[in-house]
C-alpha cells in the first residue's frame, strides 16, 4: 500500500553527506527517551490523535450530521484557518475530482484568508438560500474565523429569517468558547473537537470528517487507513518504524545543518496535503524553547514543491544551490485516471518518443530521473510511493506525518504540541483593533514599526 | 504607488542581527560591478527583459491576435510549465475576479503539470469544440508540454477535422524549434518569445501578455507600470535604487547564513505572483559554479507564504525557529472590494471589538502586528506596500523582482539566466522513455536508485 525508501539519504548512495547505519544505531538513548515520552503521554490520555480512528462515538455523530444535511445546500463554505481547514482541504483535493466544483455539488469553498476582495467576490457568487456555513474554530476567538462567521451569521440573518440557523454548523470545544456558547444560545448544530487534540493533529476530528462525509468520501477507510499506519508506528524500533526512520533521518540532517525540509508529491491531488504536512512539520518544531527551559530556536523550514511542475522552477536550486535540504518525493505507482499519448509525428525526433507512452509512464520516469539526478549529486532524498490516492493511503499519510513530527520534536527535545510564538502577533493585533485590555501594546508595535529606512517609488 | 520599506532589516530596530548603512556602503566596489556588467550585457542586446515594455511591433501583435479570437471560445487552456505558465497565472489571479471561471468566459486553465488524473478531468469537463489550446515552450520539445500537446492536437484533428488549427495557438522561438517548424507547416496562429529572453524573464512578452489580452486585461497598463518600474531601477545608486537595495540587504543577509527567503503577499491574488517569484529567485541564483568557474554551490531558497492564511501555519516558526530567514510581506493599502464587520454580538467580549470595522481593516492590522512581532523576535523583515493591485503595479512589480534577481546574481557571482542543474534529469528522462541517443545513462540511472536495504520499510 505504501513503500518508504530511505536509501536516497545513505551513504551508500550519497557518499560522505550520507547517513550511515551507524549513525542511527547511535541515536538509540534518545530514540528510547523519544518513544518513552510519546507512549506515557499517549498512555495518560494527553495526546489522543493516535486513537481517533477509534472514536466511534464521534464518527457516528458525523455521520448522522452528513446524513440529514446530505443533499441540502449546493454550497458549503468552510470558515476556518490553519488546522482547522488544512486538513479538510488536504482531504477534498485528494479524494473529489478536480473539476468536482465545475460539475458537481455540493460545491466547496474554504474560505481560510480574511482577504476582503476573495470573500465579497464568494458572497457576490453564491446565494445564503443554497449554502451551508460550516464555522471551524476551537475558542470561537481566532479573529479570521470570528470576523467571517458574524459576516455570515449576519447576512443569514437578513437573508433567510428565522431558518438562519439551518444554514450554520459549528466545529468547536465540547465545552467552551464562543461558539459553544453561541450553539446552545441558538440552537446551532455542533460537532466536537477533542480538548486533548491540537488544531494541526485535528483532521481525523470532525474538523476533517465532517466536510469529507458532506462531499460523499467515505471517511471509514480515511479511519481504517490511520488505524493501520498507527500500529505500525507505535514500534519502538526504528527500522520498523518508518515515522520513527522519518524522523530520525531529517534529526541527523538537521543537526548536520540541513534546515529545509522539502516535501513534493507528483500529484496535483496531493498538492494540498502537503500544505497541511507544511503547518504541521513548521508550527511543531519551530521553536524558541527546550523542554529543560533552554533557548533553542530550532525548526526545520518545510517546503512544498509540486512534480513535476516544480522541476521547471525549484530543481535546478534543488541540484546545485546549498547542501542545505532534504528532499522527500511522493510518488503515485498507480493513477486513478491516465491519459495515452497518441503515435503521432513519427518523423520528429523531439516528439516521436513520447508516442504510444501513458501520461502516468511519464510522469513516474521523470519522478525517477529527479530522484536518480538528486541522488547523483549527493542531495539526501527519500521516496514514498503510494499505491494508489484513495481514502486508505490518504488516512496513513496523516497518520504517518502526525506521529513523524511528534517523534521529531522529541527528538528535538521541545514541545511539538504548543505554539507560543504566535501569542505576540495575536496580541497586537488586538491592540490595533481596540480589543479592550490590549492597550498597552500599541507602544511596542510603534517601536517595532519605526521608519528607518524606506523608498518611496512613485509610478 | 509602491513602497519599499526595509527599516526592519536595521541595526536600529534588529540590534546585532540587523544590518547598517555602513554594510551596505562596504558593498559599493561589487554593487558597482554587478551594475557595469547588467548595463553592458542589456547594452549589447544580450538582456532583453528591461525593453520589453517597448517591444511595439509584438505588442501590437499581441492585441491583434486576441482581438482575432476573442469572444470565440468559452475555454482557454494554456499548455505550458515552469517560466511558459507562473507569469500568465500570476497576471490571472492577480487582475481578474477569483470567481471568474465560475461566472465568465473564456475561462481559463493552466495545465502545467503532467498530472495524468488532472489532464483526464479537463478533458472530460471541457469540449474541444469550445476551447483553444495555447501551447507555449520555447523549444517545443519541454517533454511535458509536448505530450499535451500531442494529446491536444489528436483529440482536435478527431473532432473538429480541418477545423483544428483555429483552436492552437503556439508561443514558440521565432525562428527554431518544433513548434516554429509545425506552425509553419500546418499554418498555425503563433507568437514569438525573442531569443534574449529566459522562460523565468519572459512574462512581458508574449507568453504573458497574450493569455492577459485574451481574458481583457489591459496589457498596456502592465507595460506602463514594468517601463516606469524599469527607469528606477536602473539608477546605479543602491539608495535610490529599491531592486539592488532589495538584492543587496538578500545578499548580506545570505551571506550571514540567512538561506531562506520569504515572500509573504497579504492578498489571495498575489499569491500566484509569490509563485512567480520563487522561481525566478531559485532558478536564477542556485548555482553550482560561479561566473569565474568554481564551485560556490549558492543559492538563497525562496519561500511563499500567504498572509493571513499561514499565519496559522508558518509564523510560530518564523517568530522561534532559528535565526535563517529574511521575511518580505506585501501589504495592499486598498483593496478592490470591501466588507463590512456588523456591529453584532456587542455583549461578548471575543467578538464585540470587530464589529464595525472593515474586513480591511483587520488584515491590514494582522499584516502590521505580524510585522511589528518579527521586528521585536530580530527577525529581518522587509515591507512592499503597493496602493491597490491593478495592471500597473502588477507590472512594476514584474520588473522589480526581475531586477532585484538579475543583480543578486552578479552579487553573488554566478549567472542568473542559465539553469545548467536541470539537464541532468532531463537526459534521465529520455533514457527511461526510450529516446534514441540516451541509452547510456540508464546504467547512472539504476545506481543511482539502488535500494539499501536497511532504509526500506514496505507496509
Redesign the interface.
Known amino acids: 500500500?505504501?513503500?518508504?525508501?530511505?536509501?536516497?539519504?545513505?551513504k551508500?548512495?550519497i557518499n560522505e553527506r550520507g547517513i550511515s547505519?551507524e549513525d542511527i544505531n547511535a541515536l538509540s538513548p534518545i530514540i528510547k527517551e523519544a518513544h518513552d515520552i510519546l507512549s506515557s503521554r499517549r498512555e495518560r490520555g494527553e495526546i489522543l490523535f493516535y486513537d481517533l480512528p477509534y472514536a466511534k462515538d464521534t464518527i457516528n455523530q458525523v455521520k448522522d450530521l452528513a446524513g440529514d444535511l446530505s443533499g441540502k445546500f449546493k454550497n458549503i463554505v468552510h470558515l476556518g484557518?490553519?488546522?482547522s481547514s488544512?486538513g479538510p482541504k488536504a482531504i477534498f483535493s485528494a479524494l473529489k475530482?478536480?473539476?468536482h466544483?465545475?460539475?458537481s455539488s455540493p460545491r466547496m469553498f474554504f474560505l481560510?484568508?480574511?482577504?476582503?476582495?476573495?470573500?465579497?467576490?464568494?458572497?457576490?457568487?453564491i446565494s445564503a438560500e443554497e449554502t451551508l456555513f460550516n464555522v471551524v474554530s476551537k475558542?470561537?476567538?481566532?479573529?479570521?474565523t470570528?470576523?467571517q462567521f458574524?459576516?455570515v451569521?449576519?447576512l443569514l440573518k437578513t437573508r433567510l429569517g428565522k431558518n438562519y440557523k439551518d444554514h450554520l454548523v459549528f466545529i468547536t470545544d465540547p465545552k467552551d468558547g464562543?461558539l459553544r456558547?453561541l450553539a446552545s444560545a441558538h440552537g446551532i448544530r455542533s460537532l466536537p473537537i477533542p480538548k486533548e487534540v491540537g488544531?494541526r493533529f485535528s483532521v481525523l476530528t470532525p474538523v476533517g470528517l465532517l466536510p469529507a462525509a458532506m462531499c460523499s468520501i467515505d471517511i471509514d477507510k480515511l479511519l481504517d487507513g490511520a488505524a493501520?499506519?498507527a500500529d505500525?508506528v507505535t514500534s519502538p524500533d526504528v527500522?520498523?518504524n518508518?515515522a520513527y526512520?522519518y524522523a530520525c533521518i531529517h534529526f541527523i540532517a538537521f543537526v548536520k545543518g540541513i534546515?529545509?525540509s522539502v516535501i513534493m508529491p507528483?500529484?496535483?491531488?496531493l498538492y494540498d496535503l502537503a500544505?497541511w504536512y507544511?503547518?504541521l512539520w513548521?508550527?511543531s518544531?519551530?521553536?524558541?524553547?527546550s523542554l529543560d527551559n533552554k533557548d533553542v530556536?530550532?525548526?526545520q523550514?518545510p517546503?512544498k514543491a509540486?512534480g513535476?511542475?516544480d522541476?521547471?522552477?525549484?530543481?535546478?536550486?534543488?541540484?546545485?544551490?546549498?547542501?542545505?535540504?532534504i528532499i522527500n518525493i511522493i510518488t503515485v505507482k498507480h493513477?486513478?485516471?491516465?491519459?495515452k499519448?497518441?503515435a503521432?509525428?513519427n518523423d520528429?525526433?523531439?516528439?516521436a518518443?513520447?508516442?504510444s507512452?501513458?501520461?502516468?509512464?511519464?510522469?513516474n520516469?521523470?519522478a525517477?530521473?529527479?530522484?536518480?539526478?538528486l541522488?547523483?549529486?549527493e542531495r539526501p532524498t527519500t521516496q514514498i510511493e503510494i499505491d494508489t490516492?484513495n481514502g486508505e493511503t490518504i488516512g496513513?499519510l496523516f497518520m504517518f506525518f502526525e506521529v513523524s513530527t511528534a517523534f521529531m520534536g522529541y527528538l528535538l527535545k521541545i514541545d511539538p504540541f504548543n505554539?507560543?510564538?504566535?501569542e505576540?502577533?495575536?496580541?497586537?493585533?488586538?491592540?490595533?483593533?481596540?480589543?479592550?485590555g490590549f492597550e498597552d501594546k500599541v507602544k511596542?508595535?510603534k517601536d517595532?514599526?519605526?521608519?528607518?529606512?524606506?523608498?518611496?517609488?512613485?509610478?
Do not use: C, W
Open positions: 500500500m505504501i513503500r518508504f525508501d530511505f536509501s536516497g539519504v545513505t551508500e548512495l547505519k484557518i490553519g488546522g488544512l475530482d478536480p473539476f466544483n465545475y460539475v481560510e484568508n480574511i482577504d476582503p476582495e476573495y470573500i465579497a467576490s464568494l458572497l457576490d457568487n475558542s470561537g476567538a481566532t479573529p479570521e470570528a470576523s458574524m459576516v451569521f449576519d464562543v456558547r488544531g493501520k499506519m505500525i527500522f520498523k518508518p526512520m534546515n529545509i507528483y500529484s496535483n491531488a500544505d507544511r503547518q513548521a508550527e518544531l519551530g521553536k524558541k524553547t530556536f530550532t525548526g523550514t517546503v509540486l513535476a511542475t522541476q521547471h522552477s525549484q530543481i535546478q536550486l534543488y541540484m546545485e544551490g546549498p547542501f542545505d535540504k493513477y486513478r485516471k491516465d491519459i499519448i497518441p503521432i509525428f520528429i525526433n523531439e516528439l518518443y513520447l508516442g507512452k501513458d501520461m502516468s509512464e511519464l510522469i520516469a521523470e525517477s530521473s529527479i530522484r536518480a539526478a541522488i547523483k549529486n490516492i496513513a505554539q507560543p510564538g504566535v505576540l502577533g495575536k496580541q497586537l493585533t488586538f491592540s490595533l483593533m481596540g480589543r479592550p511596542m508595535l517595532s514599526l519605526k521608519t528607518v529606512e524606506y523608498m518611496h517609488i512613485e509610478i
